[in-house]
């Protein structure tokens, strides 16, 4: 489980910063990227095995600060990007300077704190650590204070930008917002407990345990949250790759015949720079160029098709079937020089409400004809695999 969640804690790490570096100027997103990055970058420090060989390196109770310092940022960066979301830029900024300010005053605190504590005193965990020592005790209570403070404020502006959003962002907000509120809860409960030992008292484990529990359940609400609205959009475009580029497939009978009537009307891609060429690769263009092809090849040959002797229809409603064999006659007429023009026809693929994805399905409907009037095997048809 923690290795599932610190990959998909890398993984939106990895695309905040590609989308941070494509607009560095964008000071929300660049809260975003190193809020996300800071909490990473801490998870590691938290696990058992992680601690022991940081500290084994820098010193016992390095890597409890280290780790603390980066929650410390993790939160910082979050008010910053409510800050930077408003309306009001200067003063968001005079905001986050001021937070800032305060941010790092607690981190020095809480490093002067580890630099003067007894030899391994903050070595063990939350549980077995010795309240009754100052530093100690101070170490744990003015973070605690602090990530309390910074997620009351995330999480009421959360709630305020949640109830202005549409899904699945609201979705995304209110779950961020409810982790948020049960971490500042853990928080304030581990400020009494410390308090409770601080002065001798004793506190039950099971209590310990529960709000650490609680405390790790906010920490993945939290980041499912704040990823939520990007995952569903990513899985979206991906969906849509997959539609496109079976749809790029099923027109290849049609755009093959098109290309045959009129070479001229198909996009050189081999032309300009290497980037350029690679992006013509792109599913999402080579869809949109075969469609655009498919429809000039379709204008340039709509002379060519003979009048509709059965009914005055237009073709959009005649059989797929019968509108391919036309076209297939049309494509040979057009190669005969001699052969007399018709009245020009309202385009075959053109469907009686004109939009984008009509026009689209249309074109799918006569490129399926076409496939199966070129004799494809049932593998071939059901597999949409060019013929």
């Not at 790759?241 to 015949?257: F, G, T």
């Not at 509709?308 to 005649?318: A, D, F, I, K, L």
């Not at 409907?365 to 695999?385: H, I, M, N, W, Y």
């Amino acid at each position: 489980m923690a290795v599932l969640f610190l990959t998909g804690l890398t993984a939106a790490v990895v695309w905040k910063l590609y989308q941070w570096a494509k607009a560095p100027q964008d000071r929300s997103l660049r809260s975003v990227a190193l809020c996300l990055t800071s909490a990473a970058l801490s998870y590691p420090l938290a696990m058992p095995g992680g601690a022991t060989g940081f500290n084994t390196v820098a010193g016992h109770g390095a890597a409890k600060l280290v780790q603390n310092l980066l929650l410390l940022a993790t939160v910082y960066f979050l008010m910053c990007f409510y800050l930077y979301a408003a309306a009001d830029e200067r003063a968001s900024r005079h905001r986050a300077r001021l937070e800032a300010v305060l941010v790092v005053a607690v981190g020095s605190v809480i490093t002067a704190a580890t630099v003067t504590v007894p030899h391994q005193a903050l070595a063990g965990s939350f549980a077995t650590t010795d309240m009754t020592v100052p530093q100690v005790a101070l170490f744990y209570v003015l973070t605690g204070v602090y990530l309390m403070y910074a997620l009351v404020a995330a999480g009421t502006w959360t709630r305020r930008y949640a109830r202005m959003s549409a899904k699945p962002h609201s979705t995304g907000l209110w779950t961020a917002g409810v982790g948020m509120v049960l971490m500042a809860a853990a928080c304030a409960v581990r400020a009494v407990i410390v308090g409770i030992r601080w002065g001798g008292g004793s506190v039950p484990g099971t209590v310990v345990a529960a709000v650490a529990v609680v405390l790790a359940l906010s920490v993945l609400l939290f980041v499912f949250g704040i990823t939520y609205s990007g995952v569903r959009t990513r899985i979206s475009l991906c969906r849509l790759w997959l539609r496109r580029r079976s749809e790029h497939a099923r027109l290849e009978p049609l755009w093959k015949l098109m290309a045959e009537a009129a070479p001229h009307a198909v996009f050189a891609v081999d032309s300009g720079s290497r980037r350029d060429r690679w992006r013509a690769r792109g599913v999402h263009r080579r869809h949109h160029r075969r469609v655009v092809e498919c429809r000039d090849g379709l204008v340039e040959i709509s002379p060519y098709l003979p009048a509709n002797s059965t009914s005055e229809r237009p073709w959009h409603e005649v059989s797929p079937e019968l509108v391919a064999q036309h076209l297939r006659d049309a494509v040979r007429s057009r190669k005969n020089p001699s052969a007399e023009l018709a009245p020009a026809r309202p385009m075959a693929a053109i469907p009686g409400q004109r939009s984008r994805d009509a026009d689209i399905q249309q074109l799918l409907v006569l490129s399926d004809a076409l496939r199966s009037a070129s004799g494809c095997s049932p593998q071939q048809k059901e597999s949409r695999t060019p013929c």
